[in-house]
C-alpha cells in the first residue's frame, strides 16, 4: 500500500510538473514573441532590406513555430532568448543556401565577413537591435505612405501584433488590413526606401511622423475604442518602449521626444487606479491617488525636465504639461487656471475639437459650469459621446433635467462597455434621486 502510493505521488508530480511546465509555456512564448520576434524580424529586415520584409517575418515566425514544437516535447531551454536568435540565424543562414541566386548579394557579404572572421555571425547584438528598430521605425514612418498604415505596419513588425489585433485597434476587417499593409510594403519597395537613419538635416522632418506614430500607438493603448477594456497596456508599452529608444539615441534625443516620452509617464502612472476590481472605469476626480505610481511621475518629471532644453516648444510639451498638473490631485484654482492656459496655447499651435472640449472642463473648474457649458455647446460635436458625456457633467446641479438629458444622447452613441458603463451609472443616479 505504500508503495502504492508512492507510485500515485510520482505519478501526481509527474502531471503537476507537466501542467506546470504548460502554463509556464504558455505565458513565456507569447510573451517572448511580443518582445524577441520584432527584434529579430527588424534585425533580418535590414540584412535583407525592406523590399523582402515577408522573408524576414516568416524567418522569425518559423522560429517561434520551432520553439512551440520543441520546447513542448523537450522542456525551455535555460537561455530562451539565446535560443531563438540561434535559431533565427541557422534558418537565414539555411535561407540564403536555398535561395543562392536570389540572394547572392546578401550571402556574398555573409560569406565574406566569415572568411574574414568565422565568430562575425548576423547581427543580433543588442546594439544592432536597437539601431535596427529604430532606422526600422523611421522607415515605416516614411512620409510616402499614409498614416494609418504606417502605424499598422509599426503595429505589426515593430511591435509584433498579428492581424485581428490590427483589425480590431482600426475598427475594421483582417481583408481590409492585409490590403493596406500589402500596399504600404509594396510602396515602400518602389520608393526604395533605405533601412537607415536619416540624414542629420532630415531627422527633425522625418521624426515628426515617426512621433505622431507613436503618440497615436500610445492613444489607442489608453482609451481604446477596439475592444472592451479600459486600458491596452501593451499598446502603451510597446509606444513607450519605442519612444525611449528614441530618447536614448543621440541622433534622436531631442526636446520633442523627450516630450512625448513625459507624457507617457504622466498618463501610465495612473493606469493602477483607471479600473476597479471589476475591469469599471474609475473617473479622475474618484481615483485614489495612493495607486499612482510614483516612479513614473518621477520620471516623467525628468523627461519634461529634458523637454525645456532648447527654443522647440510642441504639442506634446503643451500636453505634457497637462499630463502634470493631472499627477496634483489637489483641486485648487491654480492648478485648473494652470491647466486652462495650456489648452489655450494647444488651440493656438494645433487646434482639435476633442482639445477644445477638454478645455471646456478646466474652463468651468477655474471659473465657472456656466461659462463652460456656453463654451461647450458653441463647439456642436453631436456625433460624439464625450460631448454629451461633458455636457452631462457640466448641467449637474445646474440643470439635472438637462444633464440626464445629455447622458442619455451620450450612451446611445457611446462604443464601449466600459463607456456605457460610466454613462448609466450616471443616469441610474438621477432615477434614483428622483
Not at 118 to 123: G, K, N, T, V, W
Not at 199 to 221: A, C, H, M, Q, S
Not at 424 to 433: G, L, M, S, T
Amino acid at each position: 500500500m505504500q508503495n502504492a502510493d508512492i507510485c500515485c505521488d510520482c505519478h501526481r508530480s509527474t502531471i503537476i510538473g507537466q501542467r506546470d511546465f504548460t502554463m509556464q509555456q504558455q505565458e513565456l512564448i507569447p510573451h517572448l514573441f511580443r518582445t524577441e520576434f520584432t527584434k529579430i524580424t527588424s534585425v533580418l529586415c535590414k540584412l535583407f532590406g525592406i523590399e523582402h520584409i515577408e522573408i524576414a517575418e516568416d524567418i522569425a515566425g518559423e522560429t517561434f513555430l520551432t520553439a512551440l514544437e520543441t520546447w513542448t516535447y523537450k522542456g525551455i531551454p535555460e537561455n530562451p532568448v539565446a535560443w531563438l536568435y540561434t535559431v533565427a540565424k541557422n534558418k537565414a543562414k539555411n535561407y540564403f543556401q536555398r535561395n543562392a541566386v536570389f540572394t547572392q548579394k546578401i550571402a556574398k557579404q555573409l560569406l565574406q565577413a566569415e572568411n574574414e572572421n568565422p565568430e562575425i555571425d548576423i547581427d543580433l547584438s543588442e546594439k544592432n537591435i536597437t539601431d535596427s528598430q529604430l532606422q526600422m521605425l523611421f522607415a515605416l514612418c516614411h512620409p510616402s505612405i499614409p498614416a494609418e498604415a504606417q502605424i499598422g505596419l509599426s503595429l505589426r513588425i515593430l511591435c509584433g501584433f498579428g492581424i485581428d489585433e490590427i483589425a480590431n485597434a482600426f475598427l475594421t476587417n483582417k481583408e481590409t488590413i492585409n490590403k493596406r499593409l500589402f500596399r504600404a510594403k509594396e510602396k515602400l519597395r518602389t520608393e526604395h526606401v533605405k533601412i537607415e537613419f536619416p540624414d542629420i538635416t532630415e531627422i527633425p522632418k522625418r521624426l515628426e511622423t515617426v512621433l505622431t506614430t507613436l503618440y497615436l500607438l500610445f492613444n489607442e493603448g489608453y482609451y481604446s475604442e477596439s475592444q472592451d477594456s479600459i486600458v491596452r497596456e501593451d499598446l502603451c508599452l510597446e509606444a513607450m518602449r519605442l519612444t525611449y529608444l528614441l530618447a536614448e539615441n543621440k541622433q534622436t534625443n531631442l526636446p520633442e521626444v523627450n516630450a512625448l516620452l513625459s507624457l507617457m509617464c504622466f498618463h501610465a502612472s495612473r493606469f493602477p487606479a483607471r479600473k476597479n476590481a471589476n475591469g469599471e472605469i474609475i473617473l479622475y476626480q474618484d481615483q485614489d491617488e495612493t495607486l499612482w505610481d510614483e516612479e513614473l511621475i518621477t520620471k516623467g518629471m525628468y523627461f519634461l525636465n529634458e523637454a525645456s532644453k532648447g527654443n522647440t516648444i510642441t504639442k506634446y510639451h503643451i500636453e505634457a504639461g497637462i499630463a502634470f498638473w493631472h499627477t496634483k490631485k489637489s483641486d485648487t484654482k491654480q492648478k485648473w487656471l494652470a491647466i486652462l492656459q495650456l489648452y489655450n496655447e494647444l488651440l493656438i499651435i494645433e487646434y482639435s475639437p476633442i482639445a477644445a472640449l477638454n478645455r471646456t472642463y478646466a474652463l468651468s473648474k477655474a471659473n465657472s459650469k456656466e461659462e463652460a457649458i456656453t463654451e461647450a455647446e458653441k463647439l456642436n460635436l453631436t456625433d460624439n459621446h464625450f460631448y454629451f458625456t461633458l455636457l452631462g457633467e457640466l448641467y449637474k446641479s445646474v440643470d439635472n433635467k438637462k444633464a440626464k438629458m445629455n447622458f442619455e444622447k451620450a450612451l446611445a452613441l457611446a462604443k464601449t462597455k466600459a463607456d456605457k458603463q460610466v454613462i448609466q451609472a450616471n443616469i441610474d443616479k438621477f432615477e434614483v434621486n428622483g
